[in-house]
């Protein structure tokens, strides 16, 4: 009798990689933003990358990502971050409604 190799299906849905890079690109490009360069300060903005790269980990675990599954994602790890006063209530309220609002790009990167 032939020997039948076993195929593994394909996974179905984004990579992870593809997910946590899309959102570390959106949170370089709103950290690079005027706005936001003028809104926060040097060590602020240093924390804002750890928080995306801290966003990206966890949307990367996260079968599909939504939109609601991601607005959630942001708002948990910014409740930890300002529980752990890592980044000041004052900062997180300019950059949170950042994080959301730049869903649509995300989107498209992971598509």
């Keep these: 009798m032939a020997d039948k190799k076993t195929v593994k299906p394909k996974k179905k849905g984004v990579p992870k990689k593809l997910i946590a890079a899309a959102i570390l690109a959106v949170v370089a490009a709103i950290i690079l933003a005027p706005k936001i360069k003028k809104?926060?300060?040097?060590n602020v903005q240093k924390k804002i990358n750890k928080l995306g790269k801290d966003i990206s980990k966890r949307a990367a675990k996260v079968g599909q990502l939504t939109k609601?599954?991601?607005?959630?994602?942001?708002d948990i790890v910014a409740k930890?971050?300002?529980r752990s006063k890592q980044i000041g209530e004052e900062e997180l309220k300019v950059i949170v409604p950042e994080l959301k609002k730049y869903w649509a790009k995300i989107q498209k990167k992971i598509k």
């Design 80 to 82: 930890s971050y300002a």
């Design 68 to 74: 609601e599954k991601y607005d959630e994602i942001v």
């Design 39 to 42: 809104a926060l300060p040097k």
